[in-house]
């Protein structure tokens, strides 16, 4: 992928996966065990990957895949760590995480973090509200403008790199799962609010929720 990429001239960031704690930054950052295990896995990931691929071109950065929701203590336990580590491989290759849709977070905790870019999910599939998924999109829509507006405001006089993470898909509840694409008017809409407000816009995902339904696939 990445020797095409570099063919293609693009630009990737090579994400370290979660091991087996899904939600390592959302409780386990103050257990001392298993921050030593998700930092361990995330060395291991990111030795092999660099032994494989730091020779392409577009090998541009990293991805932290571990979502989290209050900020501060997650960068502390985990987040700080693990790029203190990516640094020892090359010092400038910039770091990316995509926070949870009701993120807890400052300029000050910004200013300490040393990630360089925040991808903020914009959290439309399952039609979220604070710590409610509604699923009916509309709702978290209706909301985009002041969410985002707050991110610029925090984001204002902190040299991190702001950028939205528009989610494709949707699903019909009642539990979450079962992902499928969305219309593309309504990504469209999800476009037209966020631009005013990030330098990049990112989706979630392509591989996978974008299946036609007579796939034979196994998701």
Do not use: C
Not at 102 to 122: E, G, N, R
């Amino acid at each position: 992928i990445l020797n095409q990429a570099s063919q293609n001239g693009q630009r990737v960031f090579v994400g370290l996966g979660r091991g087996d704690d899904l939600l390592l930054t959302w409780d386990g950052y103050n257990d001392p065990q298993r921050v030593s295990a998700g930092l361990a896995h995330g060395t291991t990931v990111a030795n092999e990957l660099w032994d494989l691929s730091a020779h392409e071109p577009a090998f541009f950065g990293w991805y932290l895949t571990h979502e989290a929701n209050d900020l501060g203590p997650a960068s502390d336990g985990f987040y700080n760590p693990m790029v203190n580590i990516l640094r020892q491989f090359e010092a400038d290759k910039p770091v990316m995480i995509s926070p949870a849709g009701t993120p807890t977070i400052s300029a000050q905790i910004l200013a300490s973090s040393h990630v360089d870019v925040f991808a903020y999910q914009d959290a439309v599939g399952a039609g979220y509200v604070p710590y409610v998924n509604t699923f009916d999109p509309q709702q978290r829509i209706d909301m985009l403008d002041s969410v985002f507006a707050s991110y610029e405001a925090t984001h204002a006089n902190v040299e991190k790199h702001l950028w939205a993470n528009l989610e494709s898909w949707q699903m019909d509840g009642p539990s979450y799962a079962n992902p499928y694409p969305a219309d593309f008017e309504r990504l469209l809409t999800q476009l037209n609010i966020e631009k005013n407000y990030v330098d990049q816009i990112t989706s979630y995902e392509w591989l996978g929720f974008f299946e036609h339904p007579s796939s034979s696939a196994v998701l």
